[in-house]
């Protein structure tokens, strides 16, 4: 079964700290996507890749940086950890064309307190 | 990036089937519209999809509109487990944009 995973269910982070927010898919996909969801506001997106080394701004890059080494593995990293933070974070990918669907992992839930 | 224009909540009986609308009179000639649905607790999930004739899967079916300003995911026999969260979207190669979708509650 294909699949994006995303490193952990539930992660608590002092305010200040660096955290890194992990994602892989096995699916071979070019395109990989960082959402964040929060009540009343639903999913808005962070950043995304369309391959590897690159990557984009969405609508709400700030206080987030990623990073895209390897093909399957897409990183978001809060660099300093902030309470506004405290979110639903969701990784999607997609293989490359328009015809293809999103695949998302089952999120990370952060609070930073 | 244009609107879609989605009930915010519908209800169904267990078995029935149930037609989601979605409004999108802005779309352009290359959208392709998507749905996704989301379960309590779980990330989104894909639906399907489709350009200008109606298609289906094992999931659902999208009736398209002839002059594609609006759209209807059919799902042919609701049963709890399609309690949900569904979005309708527009997209070509852009990612995709979320709005607040239709929530779905299904009656036993």
């Known amino acids: 079964d294909v699949k994006v995973t995303q490193s952990s269910r539930y992660l608590v982070k002092r305010t200040g700290e660096k955290v890194f927010l992990e994602c892989v898919q096995d699916?071979?996909?070019?395109?990989m996507f960082w959402y964040r969801q929060d009540p009343g506001l639903g999913l808005r997106l962070i950043y995304f890749?369309?391959?590897?080394?690159?990557?984009e701004k969405g609508d709400i890059p700030e206080g987030y940086s990623v990073s895209r080494e390897k093909k399957e593995r897409f990183s978001l990293i809060l660099e300093s950890a902030s309470t506004n933070q405290t979110s639903m974070y969701l990784c999607?990918?997609?293989?490359?064309?328009?015809?293809?669907?999103?695949?998302f992992g089952s999120g990370t839930r952060l609070t930073v307190v | 990036d244009a609107k879609t224009t989605q009930p915010n909540s519908m209800e169904s009986n267990e078995e029935e089937p149930v037609h989601l609308p979605c409004n999108h009179s802005?779309?352009?000639?290359?959208?392709?519209i998507h749905w996704y649905r989301q379960l309590p607790s779980q990330g989104p999930e894909y639906v399907i999809h489709?350009?200008?004739s109606n298609v289906n899967n094992r999931m659902a079916s999208l009736a398209i509109a002839e002059d594609r300003k609006s759209s209807t995911l059919i799902l042919h026999r609701a049963t709890l487990r399609d309690a949900a969260v569904y979005y309708c979207?527009?997209?070509?190669?852009?990612?995709?944009?979320f709005g607040k979708g239709t929530r779905l509650s299904v009656i036993a």
């Open positions: 999607a990918s997609r293989k490359q064309g328009s015809s293809y669907g999103y695949t």
């Open positions: 699916m071979d996909h070019e395109n």
């Open positions: 890749s369309y391959d590897v080394k690159m990557k």
């Open positions: 802005t779309i352009s000639g290359t959208d392709y």
């Open positions: 489709g350009l200008t």
């Open positions: 979207i527009l997209s070509l190669n852009t990612p995709l944009v």
